[in-house]
Nanobody
Framework: QVQLVESGGGLVQPGGSLRLSCITSTNIFIQYDMNWYRQAPGKERELVAGITGAGSTNYADSVKGRFTIARDNPKNTVYLQMNNLKPEDTAVYYC???????????WGQGTQVTVSS
């Protein structure tokens, strides 16, 4: 069982920045692909960004050039740096760990990001 704890959400004005963090309980962190998802009210959960254990990244088209995902393997932590935030980025953001071998998914509890003036 892997536990994930997100932090860093909050209220920010359009054009502002936030950095989300997700610390995991696993001691084999590098064997997990890490992802950030988000879910806005009335919408389905969507993949925002992902990073493999080797450091390869992918992003949703809507956040390319604004968001950056990174991981610190010795700290078992993944980050999501969000710049130039827009009101449409408002959502609950969830950290996800997916085992490379098992394919099993683990989720954090979510952190609210609200972009509003």
């Amino acid at each position: 069982q892997v536990q994930l704890v997100e932090s860093g959400g909050g209220l920010v004005q359009p054009g502002g920045s936030l950095r989300l963090s997700c610390i995991t309980s696993t001691n084999i962190f590098i064997q997990y692909d890490m992802n950030w998802y988000r879910q806005a009210p009335g919408k389905e959960r969507e993949l925002v960004a992902g990073i493999t254990g080797a450091g390869s990244t992918n992003y949703a088209d809507s956040v390319k050039g604004r968001f950056t995902i990174a991981r610190d393997n010795p700290k078992n932590t993944v980050y999501l740096q969000m710049n130039n935030l827009k009101p449409e980025d408002t959502a609950v953001y969830y950290c996800n760990a997916r085992g490379k071998n098992s394919g099993r998914d683990y989720w954090g509890q979510g952190t609210q990001v609200t972009v509003s003036s």
